[in-house]
């Protein structure tokens, strides 16, 4: 079987691409020849993957999507492929990918809480009018032999808004590397890393937040739930590179979080974009994801399989996986909600109680299972 995977810019080890390189030993393995379509793409360790580039000239992001998208169009239309899977909005693709949910949901959520001015803008841009439109002639395109759901709550919002049939509309969560990220990382880090970071009392509880697209993953609202927080001197870590990072700033110092003037520690520490953040997750004690919209970040399972119990908001796909035992679920926007379930989470010993029950959430989402329902996938459809 010969797959072509569909990415602009392909990472390795992007959080979108990811759910696919960890499966590509195993595809491979099972005789299934994988090619990466990108303008641009980049892979390491032993999964490198052959690529095939499609790079428009550039007049600007619109300009630049569209014209790939007819680039992949034209190679589908070779028939050079069994299965075109694709992780961007391309109509006539043989199977989506909805890793970035559904975009006019992500605008509708982001738009909720923004001025007239803000939503005028999201309405005017031609960029977002062409996601908006290639997405809907995407899902309604007679090629599209299915959909790659990594949460029910993305099922559920395709089903609504296009009609797609539920039998095309399969869940496959993201895979967690279960070797990689597990309880022992509290042993193995903890210490050294609080010790390094300037917060060696046990007793000062660490949350951590991690992520891109803070105003997408709700960072503003956490620093403000922060404030309130009556466990005052709680720490919120935060990994991860924005643009936006010096505003997050300003923001935590407005909020008297951070104070340069004053000898008191900091209470919120950014520590940027990180290649291993398995010492974070040994050194935390609660993560916190409070998106304002996710389809399935990463990063919240690697923190359940590292032991941490999850705090994250009703619209994120990992919400799917929170119980009273291993975290807490709130809706977005509410910062008022998240300091009250942030100081149950930090009272002594509550966390810790939470451990095993977090491990347990995602016992069933290793790599080996995630690539199995893949492969049993493409060959059906193939």
Request: aromatic share 8%; with cysteine; glycine share 8%.
């Amino acid at each position: 079987m010969k797959l072509a995977i569909v990415r602009q810019k392909y990472t390795a080890f992007g959080g979108a691409e990811r759910f696919v390189e960890r499966a590509l030993a195993e595809l491979r393995a099972q005789g299934v020849d994988v090619e990466i379509i990108a303008r641009q793409w980049s892979s390491a360790g032993e999964n490198k993957s052959a690529g095939r580039r499609v790079d428009p000239f550039y007049l600007g992001r619109t300009w630049r999507d569209a014209g790939f998208a007819r680039g992949v169009q034209a190679i589908i239309a070779t028939g050079d492929y069994d299965l075109v899977q694709s992780h961007e909005r391309i109509p006539g693709c043989h199977l989506y990918r909805a890793g970035d949910g559904v975009h006019a949901t992500w605008l509708e959520l982001r738009d909720a809480t923004r001025n007239a001015t803000a939503r005028l803008g999201t309405r005017l841009s031609p960029w977002h009018r062409y996601i908006l439109n290639a997405e809907a002639e995407m899902f309604r395109h007679p090629d599209l032999r299915a959909v790659i759901c990594n949460s029910q709550m993305v099922k559920a919002d395709i089903m609504r808004r296009f009609a797609v049939p539920e039998d095309k509309l399969p869940v496959i969560y993201n895979g967690v590397d279960l070797a990689q990220f597990h309880p022992g990382l509290r042993d193995e880090h903890r210490s050294t890393m609080r010790a390094h970071a300037g917060t060696s009392d046990e007793s000062r509880r660490v949350v951590l937040f991690v992520g891109s697209g803070y105003e997408r993953k709700g960072l503003p609202d956490l620093l403000k739930a922060l404030a309130k927080m009556e466990h005052s001197d709680t720490e919120l870590w935060v990994v991860g590179r924005d643009k936006r990072e010096a505003a997050m700033r300003a923001l935590a110092a407005s909020l008297q979080l951070n104070d340069e003037k004053t000898p008191a520690p900091d209470r919120v520490r950014f520590f940027g974009p990180q290649p291993d953040v398995r010492p974070f997750y040994g050194a935390a004690d609660v993560f916190a994801l409070p998106t304002v919209y996710d389809p399935f970040p990463n990063a919240a399972l690697e923190a359940l399989a590292s032991g941490l119990p999850l705090i994250t908001t009703t619209s994120c796909g990992a919400a799917e996986l929170v119980t009273d035992a291993n975290g807490a679920v709130i809706g977005a926007n509410d910062a008022e909600a998240l300091a009250t379930r942030l100081d149950a989470l930090c009272a002594p010993g509550r966390a810790d109680s939470m451990r095993e029950a977090a491990r347990a959430s995602v016992a069933k989402l290793g790599l080996a299972p995630m690539a199995a329902r893949l492969t049993a996938l493409y060959r059906a459809l193939s």
